[in-house]
């Protein structure tokens, strides 16, 4: 009784706030003008949720981070602004040897770090070695985790001569390149780290657009721009990430031009940053993708009829549109912005009478019983688990499938399905390498689908698939990969493995002062382009 | 009185064992393991291995526990999880932020359900007491986060009067000697660098008193009336004494017992409400760095705060116990 009657006080709370903000926020139409040529100068305050944990760009552990150690930094190759096609950045080319398991790097010459020193081979092989060798003199002042999943075939680092270095994998690995567009993958100045290795991840030193001058913990990070940078030297004179935890009062920080650009939009908020004239809404294709996986090792799910019942039976447009505000209708089982995304599939509708005819060819005409597991609190990649696995039960019924839901806790959840003990799982994923290498082999190769260790959910087994990843693995050349991510993701379809729910959009609002920010693919923005409208 | 005093702060360090042992278990039996997070959901099961050694979580918990309590006796609150700072650092750079609004808003929110519990009592039945009973339902039942977005809403966005949210002035950061900014900009002699940051504290402060204010207020004005049936005041009435000073001298001072008992406690729900005001404003504090480590299960930074808050807790309780005696002189320690 207490909780329902506090549960609709704080709604009754949230309605006023919501239409008091939209009061506010909307006001009258500004005026158009011809674009200008960019002007320099100018501070950019960017709000934004949550504090940065590190801003050692090898050591960062979530998006907050990277988003902004992603300027200090700069990586050997980078991706071509709005897209994902991988483009020479600190390294000048690259050659693929010993049967794709040793890259060789050639360096930019002349780039250095914002102390001074040069980038060279031996600040690469400091760089990697850091982060990969545990006997690593300055090893032990960081936790890498996230830098050793991305550069799990990595064995060795080695400089060849001064602007020339090799990197040895365990087996042909051809999403490396891409890898190495991480900002994992920032070269750091050894000096700067050897200087304070401890407190390098407050006042990283790279040789990226802007520098750090001041962090003030859970308020902002304020970065000013290199003036010596080696490409586009940044437009603004400073950067400031501020943190207003709070989504409203972010939202009232922008309209009163407190802050310039916001991300972490809630869905509420959206729609009254849609209605202010002095305001822009982006959104644009991100990585990040929801599905709900059957366990193929559990019956009926064995059965591609089952399988492909469930996709007719699912309403998955009106379920995007309910709970995955911000996102699009998934097309395909990896997101649309990745390369090697195929245009032509087109998957199957919302058709209950379909879905209830294949359940009866699979001899299931009365239905069955299975359950869903899937987290018990919202993530970025799925907002609104528990409800959208109701309506998803809903829709299931019609058809006779009963389902039971399992609300777990991520860790847990990832101990059942990892183990195979779910009928269902309703996941997502934001990739750990945007290359279709992360969803074509992670989540459907045989090898990835041992009992206890799986990331392949599905437990999808098939050797002519399989075969297919190893080439792709040992192609170098990307339209070679990308036809053969092609042909499997037509092997997919056809065996109607999962059913691919969203794809989460990358939404920023800006006040219309700002120029060019775009957010890319991958989240983050290439801050020295941006400038503002005097 | 000193007996008691003593043998109260004798029983501290015992308190302070026990909310640390019951943290670190509490802790660990919380659903989580903090080296599956921290290593990520990529990570292989050798990773979650080697990050768990990286953090002795594959001990035995009784020598984690023994080994954390010989860090914190030789003062060493040991290394977030999370970037490998030390947690006192971590919590140095945020403590000044919420005493310096922790405080203000205690003695703001005291002082206003005083006046507020005297003028009700006084004038019971009026519309004042109406008045006060009315808004000291509101500071209790209206919650912390959408009082915190009408105050900004009215004050920061229509009549732009006070900043919205954040803590610091326009000029950035004040190394001063105490650390908090109004202070320090006034030692520094820059009245107006003070005076900024004065109005940055002006609605965190206001929204964070609003909770101890109503209960003060309550807690005064029902003690109060208690009170004024006794028979000692209606002989001070009879001896011809003026109603005001019967009230300050002899009525309010027996009433506040139970006030400052309320003050005591009211302790608690200060620190869950600035972990609130703290994230309306932007309020770069403890209390969000509390959410923060908790979600992150960061332990040692969780069993450092938690013990922090039982310290203040506690001392709070022996401050209060001890303040009977000298409100009412009746009371002994013996």
């Given at each position: 009784m207490g909780r329902a009657t506090s549960g609709k006080v704080r709604a009754l709370a949230i309605a006023v706030v919501l239409g008091l903000l939209a009061w506010v926020v909307v006001a009258a139409p500004g005026q158009a003008a011809p674009t200008p040529a960019p002007q320099p100068g100018g501070t950019l305050i960017f709000g934004r949720a949550s504090d940065a944990v590190t801003l050692d760009p090898n050591d960062s552990p979530d998006t907050e981070s990277t988003l902004v150690s992603g300027l200090i930094g700069d990586s050997l190759v980078r991706f071509k602004p709005g897209t994902l096609e991988v483009q020479p950045w600190l390294a000048r080319s690259w050659q693929v040897l010993d049967n794709g398991t040793r890259w060789r790097i050639k360096l930019r010459d002349g780039v250095r770090f914002t102390d001074g020193t040069p980038v060279n081979a031996q600040a690469v092989e400091f760089t990697f070695k850091r982060m990969i060798d545990p006997n690593h003199p300055y090893n032990k002042y960081g936790k890498w985790n996230l830098a050793l999943a991305i550069y799990e075939q990595l064995r060795d680092v080695k400089a060849?001569?001064?602007m020339t270095v090799d990197f040895v994998l365990a087996e042909p690995f051809a999403p490396f390149l891409t890898a190495l567009a991480s900002p994992r993958g920032s070269i750091v100045s050894p000096t700067a780290v050897q200087k304070d290795p401890q407190n390098f991840f407050k006042a990283p030193v790279g040789s990226g657009p802007f520098k750090v001058v001041e962090w003030r913990k859970d308020d902002r990070i304020v970065l000013e721009r290199n003036d010596q940078y080696w490409e586009q030297v940044p437009y603004l004179e400073r950067v400031i990430f501020r943190v207003i935890p709070e989504n409203s009062a972010r939202v009232l920080a922008l309209v009163r031009g407190d802050i310039q650009a916001m991300i972490a939009i809630d869905p509420t908020s959206y729609e009254v940053l849609k209605r202010n004239a002095f305001l822009i809404v982006q959104q644009s294709p991100g990585l990040q993708h929801s599905y709900l996986a059957p366990n193929l090792l559990k019956k009926p799910f064995d059965d591609v009829r089952v399988r492909r019942a469930l996709y007719h039976a699912i309403n998955r447009k009106a379920l995007v549109d309910n709970f995955w505000i911000g996102a699009s209708l998934a097309r395909g089982v990896m997101p649309t912005a990745m390369l090697g995304f195929h245009e032509g599939l087109k998957w199957p509708e919302y058709d209950p009478e379909k879905a209830k005819a294949l359940l009866r060819e699979a001899g299931l005409a009365s239905g069955f019983k299975t359950s869903i597991s899937t987290f018990d609190r919202g993530r970025s990649h799925t907002p609104e688990p528990a409800k959208a696995a109701q309506t998803i039960q809903a829709d299931l019924a019609k058809v006779g499938i009963q389902v039971d839901i399992n609300l777990l806790e991520i860790n847990a959840l990832l101990g059942d399905v990892r183990a195979a003990r779910h009928d269902m799982y309703m996941a997502g994923f934001n990739p750990l390498i945007p290359d279709a290498w992360t969803i074509m082999f992670t989540q459907f190769d045989s090898r990835r689908a041992i009992i206890g260790r799986a990331n392949n959910f599905s437990f999808y087994r098939n050797p002519e698939y399989d075969a297919l990843n190893d080439q792709a693995n040992q192609a170098a050349n990307p339209r070679i990969r990308a036809s053969i991510y092609k042909k499997m993701q037509e092997i997919i379809y056809r065996d109607a493995v999962r059913v691919d729910i969203a794809d989460v959009d990358n939404v920023v609002a800006f006040r219309n002062v700002v120029q060019n920010l775009k957010n890319d693919p991958v989240g983050s923005?290439?801050?020295?382009y941006v400038w503002m409208k005097k | 009185m000193l007996r008691y005093a003593l043998r109260q702060l004798a029983y501290l360090p015992m308190v302070l064992l026990g909310a640390s042992l019951l943290i670190f278990l509490l802790l660990r039996a919380l659903p989580g393991d903090p080296a599956a997070l921290l290593a990520g959901e990529w990570a292989t099961e050798e990773q979650v291995v080697r990050v768990r050694q990286q953090l002795h979580l594959d001990e035995p918990l009784y020598v984690q526990y023994v080994a954390w309590l010989g860090d914190l006796l030789r003062g060493n609150l040991g290394r977030s999880f999370r970037n490998g700072e030390l947690v006192s650092t971590e919590v140095a750079a945020r403590l000044p932020a919420t005493v310096e609004l922790a405080v203000p808003a205690l003695v703001l929110g005291v002082a206003a359900g005083l006046v507020l519990g005297l003028l009700a009592a006084t004038f019971r039945g009026t519309w004042w007491d109406n008045g006060v009973m009315v808004l000291s339902l509101a500071g209790i039942a209206v919650p912390v986060f959408w009082m915190g977005l009408m105050l900004i809403m009215l004050?920061?966005?229509?009549?732009?009067?006070?900043?919205?949210?954040?803590?610091?002035?326009?000029e950035g950061a004040l190394t001063g000697p105490t650390g908090f900014l109004v202070l320090d900009g006034i030692l520094a002699g820059r009245p107006a660098y003070a005076w900024d940051a004065a109005r940055h504290l002006v609605l965190p402060v206001i929204t964070l008193a609003l909770f101890p204010m109503a209960t003060v207020a309550r807690v005064t004005r029902s003690s109060l009336l208690e009170v004024l049936q006794q028979d000692y005041i209606r002989t001070a009435r009879a001896k011809g004494l003026a109603r005001v000073p019967v009230l300050m001298r002899h009525a309010l001072r027996n009433a506040l017992i139970p006030v400052v008992t309320i003050v005591g406690i009211s302790i608690g729900p200060l620190v869950g409400g600035a972990v609130l005001t703290e994230t309306v404003y932007g309020w770069p504090g403890l209390g969000r760095y509390v959410v923060a480590v908790v979600i992150g299960r960061d332990f040692p930074a969780v069993q450092a705060l938690v013990l922090f808050a039982a310290l203040l807790f506690a001392t709070a309780n022996v401050l209060v116990d001890l303040s009977y005696a000298l409100i009412d002189p009746r009371i002994r320690f013996e």
């Open positions: 060849v001569d001064n923005f290439y801050m020295q | 004050f920061s966005v229509k009549l732009t009067w006070l900043p919205l949210g954040g803590r610091f002035p326009a």
